[in-house]
Nanobody, 116 residues
Framework: QVQLVESGGGLVQPGGSLRLSCAAS????????MNWYRQAPGKERELVAFISNTGGSTNYAASVKGRFTISRDNFKNMVFLQMNSLKPEDTAVYYC?????????WGQGTQVTVSS
């Protein structure tokens, strides 16, 4: 059974940084690409960042490119999202995602609030 557990969210001032972590279990992590999504109040869930199974390929939403960095550790079965220069519009619940056995799996999410 796929399990994804996010951590690292919190309250941060504009311009600040946070590092989100996602611990994965229940599948062969090194074989699967991973994603970070976010959902702000009243908005649809959107893809923020993608990383291939080896980590050799990444992609970002235009709104976060140059500020966010996705990475992974295939020995520890973890994926990370380093978020710098945070803006109020980055406020959302952030979710770790994997598509395994033809099914989307999600963590419980971690709240990120950017406010002064």
């Amino acid at each position: 059974q796929v399990q994804l557990v996010e951590s690292g969210g919190g309250l941060v001032q504009p311009g600040g940084s946070l590092r989100l972590s996602c611990a994965a279990s229940g599948f062969t992590f090194k074989n699967y690409a991973m994603n970070w999504y976010r959902q702000a109040p009243g908005k649809e869930r959107e893809l923020v960042a993608f990383i291939s199974n080896t980590g050799g390929s990444t992609n970002y939403a235009a709104s976060v490119k140059g500020r966010f960095t996705i990475s992974r550790d295939n020995f520890k079965n973890m994926v990370f999202l380093q978020m710098n220069s945070l803006k109020p519009e980055d406020t959302a619940v952030y979710y770790c995602n994997a598509y395994v056995s033809r099914k989307n799996s999600w963590g419980q999410g971690t709240q990120v609030t950017v406010s002064s």
